[in-house]
Nanobody, 128 residues
């Protein structure tokens, strides 16, 4: 399995920004489609954003579209999530993960079971 380490979480006020990073241990990082998920207390883990390894095609949950941007630097084996205009509802632990699929379909992108390796998570807290 690929080892993933997230960083960049913290506490911000509503309207603020954070940039999350996810460093991968696998040199084949460029091949993997990657995803970001989040989980708030008492809630299920939910899809946030994803990006394919080839072509960099990206996907977003409706709740973050226009505010969050997923990107990757394959030379650094690192995935990013730029989060702008943060809201209290964005408060959660954020996880990055590697997809089981090179070219995931829309359904495969959003399903947590379609991801093989997960990081330990980083806390994001947004105060209103």
């Amino acid at each position: 399995q690929v080892q993933l380490i997230e960083s960049g979480g913290g506490s911000v006020q509503a309207g603020g920004s954070l940039r999350l990073s996810c460093a991968a241990s696998d040199r084949r990082f460029a091949l993997y489609a990657m995803g970001w998920f989040r989980q708030a207390p008492g809630q299920e883990r939910e899809f946030v954003a994803a990006i394919r390894g080839v072509g960099n095609y990206s996907f977003y949950a409706d709740s973050v579209k226009g505010r969050f941007t997923v990107s990757r630097d394959n030379a650094k084996s690192t995935l990013y999530l730029q989060m702008n205009n943060l809201k209290a509802a964005d408060t959660a632990v954020y996880y990055c993960a590697t997809s089981r699929h090179l070219f995931p379909t829309d359904d495969q992108v959003t399903g947590a079971t379609e991801y093989a390796s997960w990081g330990q998570g980083t806390q994001v807290t947004v105060s209103s």
